[in-house]
């Protein structure tokens, strides 16, 4: 079955640019009608959408981030990638990858911390 | 931006009781596109109903949406001990996509 996992550091210095990779298991990345999304839930919080993509490629980002946010796709290595420039500590949260809804990752942390 | 807003914020119940779960969205959201998830502590969110009414894999009949336009409703007909957890909404009909702010379910 598919499976999504996220990697990447959990440390990270303000200002500085948070990068993360979400490894795609079990099924392609570019088949399907599915999209790909990056969620961040801060600690006690709710849960927010932050932007997916396509297999195609296409992009769709969550304007309460400005245009801080950008994700790809690498169908070859069947990963998709997030990366969120100039991090304050308002960005510390788990991030999860997911697929549509139905299939999520066990999520990561992230410290934004000098 | 569509906002969901949830209520109510806690919910407390019984196991064997009915539980109610409100979502209400600040514009029309066609029926395709509300979901509701399940999440437990250090767990992520897990799909229970999509498309308003249609229920995910492996989700119990326990578990029912039902609603339209901008009113929609997730009921647990008998509550299991394992059903205690927090509830959130989502549309993702219109981008942003955007949850509701949770409603825990908590044993009473």
């Known amino acids: 079955q598919v499976q999504l996992q996220e990697s990447g550091p959990g440390l990270v210095k303000p200002s500085q640019t948070l990068s993360l990779t979400c490894t795609v298991s079990g099924g392609y990345i570019g088949s399907g009608n599915y999209y790909w999304s990056w969620i961040r839930q801060p600690a006690g919080k709710g849960l927010e959408w932050l932007g997916r993509?396509?297999?195609?490629?296409?992009?769709d980002y969550n304007p309460s981030l400005k245009s801080r946010v950008t994700i790809s796709i690498d169908t070859s290595r069947n990963q998709f990638s997030l990366k969120l420039t100039s991090v304050t500590a308002a960005d510390t949260a788990v991030y999860y990858c997911?697929?549509?809804?139905?299939?999520w990752g066990q999520g990561i942390m992230v410290t934004v911390s000098s | 931006e569509i906002l969901l807003t949830q209520s109510p914020g806690t919910l407390s119940l019984s196991p064997g009781e009915r539980a109610t779960l409100s979502c209400r969205a600040s514009?029309?959201?066609?029926?395709?596109?509300l979901a509701w998830y399940q999440q437990k502590p250090g767990q992520p969110p897990r799909l229970l109903i999509y498309a308003t009414s249609s229920r995910a894999s492996a989700i119990p009949d326990r578990f029912g949406g039902s609603g339209s336009g901008t009113d929609f409703t997730l009921t647990i007909s008998r509550l299991e001990p394992e059903d205690f957890a927090v509830y959130y909404c989502q549309q993702y009909g219109s981008s942003p996509l955007t949850f509701g702010q949770g409603t825990k379910l908590e044993i009473k």
């Open positions: 514009q029309s959201v066609d029926i395709s596109y």
């Open positions: 993509t396509y297999g195609s490629g296409n992009t």
């Open positions: 997911a697929r549509k809804g139905d299939i």
